[in-house]
Each structure stands twice: as structure tokens, then as C-alpha cells.
């Protein structure tokens, strides 16, 4: 196992002169800096902030066109450091089930919002996730066995941890997450919280080059299945963070040409890094992704998951894995 990046806390960043163009609906980055308020420069480019909580800003864009096709994007920011607000990596096997919509699990957790997890294999099977998952220090079973499945190559190559501390790391099982069958050594002890991903989407901030075809190598050109993943527009989720420590959860919608067309994992790496992340993950994405919040104007579901084949918020799918917003004295477990 590789631990690339350490996102431990550092002082603030002060807005510049800096600000983030939007033109015929795509992005130009100069210069963004994250602020205490959320993600800045986004009023500017027609992106509506609404708050949530303190400490967790909303945003939702329709776009006609964006990396030239129609997009909707929705955005949580999260700040790290406020006192009220945690990031919990979880599983419904909390509640004694292997599946439910990520709605259902938010709303049992009395969660602030949430979005799905990292990707997982069928209910029959005892592991919680393809690769690295740990709750509240408690490893849990998870696949580790390149023979375990023909999707093993694009599932759980690489792992967002939460330390004690909650600083946030991430981590690539190989040496540098391209060979084939590489698994994970350890279960990375120093970390509280685990969730693995597909792949890195965004490293010191810039796209990770694994993800943009003209330099990508190894199983991401060689295995099928991963290069489908990477290379063709789906509905996606991630997970990033900026310098400043704000958290950013990702849905971008897909499957509905004339309205949401998916993105590649390049293209979706090109709008974190333009947003302001320094790092990010890919969860798991397709019919899965979701992103769920629970206090009024939104109650439910926000996004357009897509297992209805409806361009609405009514389909979503049954999940294992999901990231919870939490206020900081909610327990989130079975009482």
C-alpha cells in the first residue's frame, strides 16, 4: 500500500484576487481559493449557494452545456473544522442489513445529508466493500482477492482515511494503483475511518493522470472493464478535499441525453480541480449515485438517480456503503 497525500489542518487561506470564469457554460480556473463560507467564486458563475447547516453549503447547476453536453452537478461543502460537523464513512451493515437506499440509512443515522459509499459486491457475500473499509476503528470484512470478481481491477483501488484527529488521507493499494491484481498489505492502522473507491481523481491539485487517456497506463488501458468505467460518460460520485479543509461531495447526473449526459472520470476530475479541490476519490457511480439531504427547502433525495429510467429523484437504488454528514453529537448508530 501507497499513502500519497496527508490533508492534516493548516491555516485558513484568504480569498485573493483570484475567481473562477465561467464561459458558454464551462469552467476557466484562475487562481480559486476555498473560503470559510463553502467553495468561492461560485455566485459569480451562476451557482446559487444554500445552506444548510452552519458549516455545510448546498449548490445545484443545470448546465446546457458543459465538456460539451448538457450537465447537472450538485455540490455539499463541508467544513472540517466546525465544531457541530463531522464526516462518518459507513455501511448499513450498522443496522443489521447488507442493502437499503442511501436515503434510508441517512434518515435512520438522523444524518445531516449524505451521499452513496465506495463500491460493494453482491448481498450474498460477507465483505462490506471491495476493498478497504473500516468503522469507528473496526475493520470490517472486505474483499482483498484479485480472483474475487471480473470487475476486481475497477473496484477499491484506492482509499480515502480519516484519522483520529480527523485529518484526511488517501491511499492506493499496488505501489502506484496502474498494475493488475494488486491488493492491499495492511488494513492502515493509523486510520479511525476507511472507505476504498475506484479511482484517484485529483492529486496536490491537479487531475490524477491515470484518469486522462493520453496517460493513463497499466490496468486502466489493459483491464475492460476499468477502462469502460474511466473512459465513458456515467453518472458519478466523489469525494474531495480542498486545501483548506472544506470536504466536497460530488453527484453529477447521466444516462439522460437530453438533459444530463454523465461525465468521464477525466472530465469529472477537471471540474473538482476547478471548484478547488486538492485531492478526490471516485465512489461508486452508475444507478448509485445519490446524494440525500434531510432538513427543509431539499427533504430527500436531490439529485436524478437513474434506476427508474426517470429524469426525476424517485430512483434510487439499494446500497451498502455511504458517506454521512453528521452533526457532532449524533451517534448515528442503532440505540
Known amino acids: 500500500?501507497?499513502?500519497?497525500?496527508?490533508?492534516?489542518?493548516?491555516?485558513?487561506?484568504?480569498?485573493?484576487?483570484?475567481?473562477?470564469?465561467?464561459?458558454?457554460?464551462?469552467?476557466?480556473?484562475?487562481?480559486?481559493?476555498?473560503?470559510?463560507?463553502?467553495?468561492?467564486?461560485?455566485?459569480?458563475?451562476?451557482?446559487?449557494?444554500?445552506?444548510?447547516?452552519?458549516?455545510?453549503?448546498?449548490?445545484?447547476?443545470?448546465?446546457?452545456?458543459?465538456?460539451?453536453?448538457?450537465?447537472?452537478?450538485?455540490?455539499?461543502?463541508?467544513?472540517?473544522?466546525?465544531?457541530?460537523?463531522?464526516?462518518?464513512?459507513?455501511?448499513?451493515?450498522?443496522?443489521?442489513?447488507?442493502?437499503?437506499?442511501?436515503?434510508?440509512?441517512?434518515?435512520?443515522?438522523?444524518?445531516?445529508?449524505?451521499?452513496?459509499?465506495?463500491?460493494?459486491?453482491?448481498?450474498?457475500?460477507?465483505?462490506?466493500?471491495?476493498?478497504?473499509?473500516?468503522?469507528?476503528?473496526?475493520?470490517?470484512?472486505?474483499?482483498?482477492?484479485?480472483?474475487?470478481?471480473?470487475?476486481w481491477e475497477a473496484h477499491g483501488r484506492n482509499a480515502l482515511g480519516i484519522d483520529r484527529n480527523g485529518n484526511w488521507h488517501f491511499a492506493s493499494r499496488g505501489e502506484e494503483s496502474w498494475e493488475l491484481e494488486s491488493s492491499w498489505d495492511n488494513d492502515w492502522p493509523e486510520m479511525e475511518q476507511v472507505m476504498a473507491g475506484g479511482s484517484r481523481l485529483v492529486q496536490d491539485g491537479e487531475v490524477h493522470p491515470l484518469v486522462v487517456r493520453e496517460t493513463t497506463k497499466g490496468a486502466y488501458l489493459e483491464d475492460p472493464v476499468l477502462s469502460r468505467l474511466t473512459f465513458r460518460r456515467h453518472p458519478r460520485t466523489a469525494v474531495g478535499i480542498t486545501a483548506d479543509r472544506i470536504a466536497v461531495l460530488a453527484t453529477v447526473a447521466g444516462r439522460f441525453e437530453e438533459k444530463a449526459a454523465g461525465m468521464t472520470l477525466h472530465e469529472l476530475a477537471q471540474l473538482l480541480?476547478?471548484?478547488?479541490?486538492?485531492?478526490?476519490?471516485?465512489?461508486?457511480?452508475?444507478?448509485?449515485?445519490?446524494?440525500?439531504?434531510?432538513?427543509?427547502?431539499?427533504?430527500?433525495?436531490?439529485?436524478?438517480?437513474?434506476?427508474?429510467?426517470?429524469?426525476?429523484?424517485?430512483?434510487?437504488?439499494s446500497l451498502r456503503l455511504a458517506v454521512l454528514v453528521l452533526q457532532e453529537n449524533d451517534n448515528a448508530v442503532p440505540e
Open 1 to 151: 500500500m501507497k499513502e500519497v497525500i496527508d490533508n492534516s489542518p493548516g491555516p485558513r487561506l484568504a480569498l485573493g484576487s483570484g475567481f473562477l470564469l465561467c464561459i458558454a457554460g464551462c469552467f476557466v480556473l484562475s487562481g480559486c481559493l476555498p473560503s470559510e463560507a463553502g467553495l468561492p467564486g461560485m455566485e459569480e458563475q451562476g451557482w446559487t449557494p444554500q445552506p444548510v447547516r452552519p458549516g455545510v453549503t448546498y449548490y445545484e447547476r443545470h448546465f446546457e452545456e458543459l465538456f460539451g453536453a448538457p450537465q447537472v452537478v450538485n455540490l455539499l461543502a463541508v467544513d472540517l473544522d466546525h465544531p457541530d460537523i463531522r464526516i462518518e464513512l459507513t455501511a448499513t451493515d450498522v443496522w443489521g442489513v447488507t442493502r437499503m437506499p442511501t436515503s434510508w440509512l441517512a434518515a435512520r443515522a438522523d444524518a445531516v445529508a449524505a451521499v452513496n459509499g465506495g463500491f460493494a459486491p453482491a448481498r450474498r457475500h460477507e465483505e462490506v466493500g471491495y476493498g478497504m473499509m473500516k468503522f469507528r476503528g473496526e475493520v470490517w470484512p472486505f474483499v482483498n482477492d484479485p480472483a474475487f470478481h471480473h470487475t
Open 273 to 317: 480541480v476547478r471548484i478547488g479541490c486538492r485531492d478526490a476519490l471516485e465512489l461508486d457511480g452508475g444507478g448509485s449515485t445519490t446524494m440525500w439531504i434531510g432538513d427543509e427547502p431539499f427533504s430527500g433525495v436531490v439529485n436524478y438517480p437513474t434506476d427508474n429510467g426517470r429524469f426525476d429523484h424517485e430512483g434510487e437504488r
